[in-house]
């Protein structure tokens, strides 16, 4: 059974930092593209941050451009989020995204449809 299990939310102040991960389990996504989400109360599910499955290539919403860092280690098939300078409007259920199909070492998505599995999501909660 495919799983994903992202960690690391929590509560921080505004201008503060949070590194979250996403453990893959069931198989490996070395080979494939995943990516990050997030939902805030009230709006919808929003692109973050994408990566390649060579880890070459990135892709940021403008929202987070400069603040935020995707990156993976193939080694532990993870992903990780490194968030700084966050602000409240960053608060969300952050979830990281797989998808199953193989690509260019330069893929990247940022579309929800094109993602096959979803972790179950970890709050992070930014206060001004």
């Known amino acids: 059974q495919v799983q994903l299990v992202e960690s690391g939310g929590g509560l921080v102040q505004a201008g503060g930092s949070l590194r979250l991960s996403c453990a893959a389990s069931?198989?490996?996504?070395?080979?494939?593209?995943m990516g990050w989400f997030r939902q805030a109360p009230g709006k919808e599910r929003e692109f973050v941050a994408a990566?390649?499955?060579?880890?070459?290539?990135?892709y940021y919403a403008d929202s987070v451009k400069g603040r935020f860092t995707i990156s993976r280690d193939g080694h532990k098939n993870t992903v990780y989020l490194q968030m700084n300078s966050l602000k409240p409007e960053d608060t969300a259920v952050y979830y990281c995204?797989?998808?199953?199909?193989?690509?260019?070492?330069?893929?990247?998505?940022?579309?929800?449809?094109?993602?096959?599995?979803w972790g179950q999501g970890t709050q992070v909660t930014v206060s001004s």
């Open positions: 995204a797989a998808a199953d199909r193989r690509t260019g070492p330069d893929t990247v998505f940022s579309g929800a449809s094109e993602y096959d599995y």
């Open positions: 069931g198989r490996t996504f070395t080979g494939y593209p």
């Open positions: 990566t390649s499955w060579s880890g070459d290539s990135t």
